[in-house]
């Protein structure tokens, strides 16, 4: 027993030197905080005749566990709306969505392809219009729980990424997004 104790201490110590000599040997290390400010198009799962995608905004704050993972808290707003072939009725939604968030890195160069994936909560408020009724005529708001996957890379301080959000109801999105990463990069 204390013979296999002295060999896993051996082999920790001698991996966690190794890890350390190449951290320095490639100049990887990065800065441990950065923010992701992105733009985007959304697409709703659903889709009929006059549906029209719509826009999104995201914030995303992140922390740099190691150099290829950064953990995040992901809140996002994207507006869809549905509208008829004569013009007449329609609808928008708008989802609010606030998530725990984890990226996996595949690269510790200039060009750092990741996958990712978060799960949360998602507040979907929608406006129906209807001008036969004259006006607006009912403004619910729900809220689910939900999950996301993402893919894509960061070039510099350049972000362009692919989500899915996965939304009980039918009520998921595709977000494709453009951004900046504000702070991070290598120390």
């Given at each position: 027993?204390?013979?296999?104790?002295?060999i896993?201490?051996v082999?920790?110590?001698?991996?966690?030197?190794?890890?350390h000599?190449?951290?320095?040997?490639t100049?990887a290390?990065?800065?441990k905080?950065k923010?992701?400010?992105?733009?985007?198009?959304?697409?709703?799962?659903?889709?009929?005749p006059?549906?029209k995608?719509g826009?999104?905004f995201?914030?995303?704050?992140?922390?740099?566990?190691?150099n290829?993972?950064?953990?995040g808290?992901?809140?996002?707003?994207?507006?869809?709306?549905?509208?008829?072939?004569?013009?007449s009725?329609?609808?928008?939604?708008a989802n609010?969505?606030?998530?725990?968030?984890?990226?996996?890195?595949?690269?510790?160069?200039?060009?750092?392809?990741?996958?990712?994936?978060?799960?949360?909560i998602?507040?979907f408020?929608?406006v129906n219009?209807d001008?036969s009724?004259s006006?607006?005529?009912?403004?619910?708001?729900s809220?689910?729980?939900?999950?996301?996957?993402?893919g894509g890379?960061e070039?510099?301080?350049?972000?362009?990424g692919?989500?899915?959000?996965?939304?009980?109801?039918?009520?998921g999105y595709l977000?494709l997004?453009?951004?900046?990463?504000i702070g991070?990069?290598?120390?």
């Amino acid at each position: 027993m204390k013979k296999q104790l002295l060999i896993l201490t051996v082999l920790f110590f001698l991996a966690s030197v190794s890890l350390h000599a190449q951290d320095a040997n490639t100049g990887a290390i990065f800065k441990k905080f950065k923010v992701d400010v992105s733009l985007g198009y959304a697409s709703p799962q659903v889709s009929g005749p006059g549906t029209k995608a719509g826009a999104l905004f995201a914030i995303e704050p992140k922390y740099a566990v190691m150099n290829d993972l950064s953990v995040g808290i992901r809140m996002e707003a994207a507006v869809m709306a549905n509208v008829s072939q004569n013009g007449s009725s329609g609808n928008a939604k708008a989802n609010f969505s606030y998530l725990a968030t984890g990226d996996y890195y595949f690269s510790d160069k200039r060009f750092r392809p990741f996958l990712g994936a978060g799960a949360g909560i998602y507040t979907f408020a929608s406006v129906n219009l209807d001008s036969s009724i004259s006006g607006i005529n009912s403004i619910p708001v729900s809220s689910k729980f939900g999950f996301m996957a993402r893919g894509g890379f960061e070039y510099g301080h350049l972000r362009l990424g692919v989500e899915y959000n996965f939304v009980g109801d039918k009520m998921g999105y595709l977000g494709l997004k453009i951004g900046v990463v504000i702070g991070g990069g290598r120390k």
